[in-house]
């Protein structure tokens, strides 16, 4: 893991670029400000930049910054993502994890999730302790690519932990410290396996326990599980939104046998208030211990963003210069 702590020097300074940018932008609407924010991450103090660049460069599957700073007057854990965005909780933690993150990438977001949102808010909700997705806390949440089902998903899944009184873990596998044997290795990198839309995106037909079998209705991609640079491939998967196309068991065993592996080499990476994780999407799967939510503002909380090395590979796919995807 690549890890900057940042000194309180260089924590206050970012704090102030922040603050200054939320003086001058009184409305906080990020989508319209993306780039800006981007043009002010210029301003951050170098260590950080150089940090990030290089991290970016070395493709280092998993890098963490500490010592962001985090409002000492944080208001209570919101008891949803709705209420988060209605009460634009936490907005200078949000242009915080912009501000860093604009050195890895571009920010983006989704039409059909969390109401377009570019940052999203992950916190448990009542009612949704057993979902497939980051409102869960009583399920564990399989280790997974995000988006997995979209060819413009990031390329780095960003994550600002606010709270985590309890220490839950984020669970991390990375493709290069799996060895595929063969020929699971073969069968992964051919174009034999079904990625779905996952549970946070609001899609029809929806998709649950008892009705298991409308997952398969969702509009889908049929692609490789390994692809890329040959020496370090690069990894796409989510057990539970993956599958080998129609009456192919060679496939289904070989997906099976990769979620198995990367299972048993998931590490556990514990965020702290002010530590931000930048996951890469295509190098590593992440996912979540279980936990019991408290529902009484101090649960854990986190920021999440998505990055893309690129925004024009999302410009191409949706025919419009916008960051959401559809
Ligand atoms: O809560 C976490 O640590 C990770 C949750 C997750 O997978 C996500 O928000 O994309
Ligand atoms: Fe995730």
Redesign the pocket.
């Known amino acids: 893991m690549a890890r900057y702590v940042l000194s309180d020097i260089e924590k206050n300074e970012l704090a102030a670029v922040a603050d200054e940018f939320l003086a001058t932008h009184p409305v906080w609407t990020p989508l319209e400000w993306a780039d800006d924010i981007r043009a002010e991450a210029e301003r951050l103090p170098v260590g950080i930049r150089r940090f990030l660049v290089s991290s970016r460069a070395a493709e280092d599957a998993v890098i963490l910054l500490g010592n962001l700073p985090v409002d000492e007057a944080l208001v209570p854990t919101p008891p949803s993502w709705e209420v988060a965005e209605k009460e634009a909780a936490a907005i200078r933690e949000e242009l915080v994890l912009l501000l860093v993150g604009s050195v890895l990438g571009e920010p983006f977001g989704w039409v059909n999730q969390q109401d377009g949102r570019l940052v999203?808010d992950?916190c448990p909700s009542k009612g949704q302790e057993n979902s497939l997705t980051?409102a869960s806390s009583r399920q564990q949440?399989t280790l997974?690519t995000?988006d997995v089902f979209h060819s413009c998903r990031g390329d780095y899944?960003a994550?600002m932990c606010l709270r985590n009184p309890e220490a839950?873990?984020?669970t991390v596998a990375l493709v290069e410290s799996v060895d595929f044997p063969e020929p699971t290795r073969r069968v992964l990198h051919q174009d034999r396996f079904r990625f779905f839309p996952d549970d946070s995106h609001q899609v029809v037909p929806e998709h649950s326990a008892e009705n298991p079998s409308a997952l398969a209705d969702r509009p889908h991609e049929v692609a490789s599980v390994l692809f890329g640079p040959e020496e370090a491939p690069y990894l796409r998967i989510d057990a539970d939104f993956t599958d080998a196309v129609p009456g192919d068991t060679e496939a289904d065993t070989a997906l099976r046998e990769a979620a198995g592996l990367l299972a048993a080499a998931a590490e556990r990476v514990v965020?702290s208030p002010g530590d931000a994780v930048f996951i890469d999407n295509h190098r590593a799967v992440?996912?979540?211990d279980t936990f019991t939510p408290r529902y009484d503002g101090t649960d854990?909380w986190?920021k999440?963003t998505s990055l893309v090395r690129d925004l024009r590979r999302t410009y191409v796919r949706t025919k419009s210069r916008s960051r959401l995807l559809g």
């Open positions: 999203h992950v980051s949440l997974h995000e899944v994550l839950v873990g984020t965020l992440h996912g979540r854990r986190l999440r």
